[in-house]
């Protein structure tokens, strides 16, 4: 009897620390910024260009190249994911733009390309970086956790998307 009592409290506290440990990774990290910006006409147009853009091209932007979309069924997988967010934030009027709704919807598109390949999934956390700076966002997104490799901006949490030489000054985007 003692040793099913044993074997009980044993079994609630792995189940309590196991339900602890997903509670904790299961939450965003770092925390997503509280920010609101204004969605502006200007910041719209980078983002249509943006969206327009011919995605998962091969390029040597620093701090990595990219040799482009493993296929064209992740390139197309891919692209979707990334225009869906900016397709999020383009739905919405001009005014302001909350940065944990923008976060949310680029936690979506990571989750919808989790299972591509490495660099495929890497460069489309970075056209959802670059969408996070056109909107003019300085906090973390909360869906990535980058290394100290990548550049960051002086008051920017997220790392330079690939090509960007500043915060304000991105790479040339467009079709």
């Known amino acids: 009897m003692k040793f099913l009592l044993y074997v009980g409290a044993l079994a609630v506290c792995g189940l309590a620390f196991a339900g602890m440990l997903y509670w904790k990774y299961a939450q965003p990290f770092p925390e997503p910024s509280n920010e609101v910006v204004q969605l502006t006409p200007e910041k719209r ?3 249509e260009r943006l969206r327009a853009e011919n995605k998962f091209q ?3 932007f620093p701090p990595l190249g990219y040799t482009g979309a493993e296929t064209p069924e992740d390139r197309m997988k ?9 397709d999020a934030v383009l739905a919405q009027p001009d005014g302001p733009v909350q940065a944990r709704e923008v976060s949310r919807h680029i936690g979506k598109a990571v989750s919808r390309v989790s299972w591509l390949a490495t660099e495929d999934r890497d460069r489309t956390g970075g056209y959802l ?3 996070w700076y056109i909107l003019g966002f300085k906090g973390a997104t909360g ?9 960051r901006a002086d008051g920017y949490s997220e790392p330079l998307p690939p090509g960007w030489t500043t915060a304000n000054q ?3 985007i467009g079709p």
Not at 78 to 86: K, L, R, S
Not at 143 to 151: H, I, K, L, P, R
């Open 143 to 151: 869906q990535f956790v980058s290394g100290t490799a990548y550049s």
């Open 45 to 47: 147009t980078v983002l």
């Open 78 to 86: 891919a692209t979707d994911a990334v225009n869906g967010v900016i």
């Open 129 to 131: 970086i670059e969408v």
């Open 170 to 172: 991105p790479r040339p």
């Open 58 to 60: 091969p390029h040597h």
